[in-house]
């Protein structure tokens, strides 16, 4: 059974950052790629950043691009979503998400991801 636990949400200015962390047990981190979606009030959830199994490739939406992060430690079954420049627009419950079966890239489609964690809180005030 994966588990999928994220930390590092908060409550944070316009223009300020945060690190949003997401831990992963059940099954070998390193075999699958990993993303990171989030879902505001009265929206559909959207996708945000995805990243390969090793690491090596990434994908953003538009929105985010030059702003976010993904990164991963394999060693340590952490996938981060360092958040720069946030925007009132980027609040929003952010849910790391993982495949349920082998995925290599760093795919956009959510129905790629079967596993989601309970969900982080961001909060950007203007």
């Known amino acids: 059974q994966v588990q999928l636990v994220e930390s590092g949400g908060g409550l944070v200015q316009a223009g300020g950052s945060l690190r949003l962390s997401c831990t992963a047990s059940?099954?070998?981190?390193?075999?699958?790629?990993m993303g990171w979606f989030r879902q505001a009030p009265g929206k559909e959830r959207e996708f945000v950043a995805a990243?390969?199994?090793?690491?090596?490739?990434?994908n953003y939406v538009d929105s985010v691009k030059g702003r976010f992060t993904i990164s991963r430690d394999n060693a340590k079954n952490l996938v981060y979503l360092q958040m720069n420049v946030l925007e009132p627009e980027d609040t929003a419950v952010y849910y790391c998400?993982?495949?349920?079966?082998?995925?290599?890239?760093?795919?956009?489609?959510?129905?790629?991801?079967?596993?989601w964690g309970q969900g982080t809180q961001v909060t950007v005030s203007s």
């Open positions: 059940g099954r070998t981190f390193s075999n699958f790629a």
């Open positions: 998400a993982a495949p349920q079966s082998w995925l290599s890239g760093p795919s956009a489609r959510m129905t790629e991801y079967g596993y």
């Open positions: 990243i390969s199994r090793s690491g090596g490739s990434t």
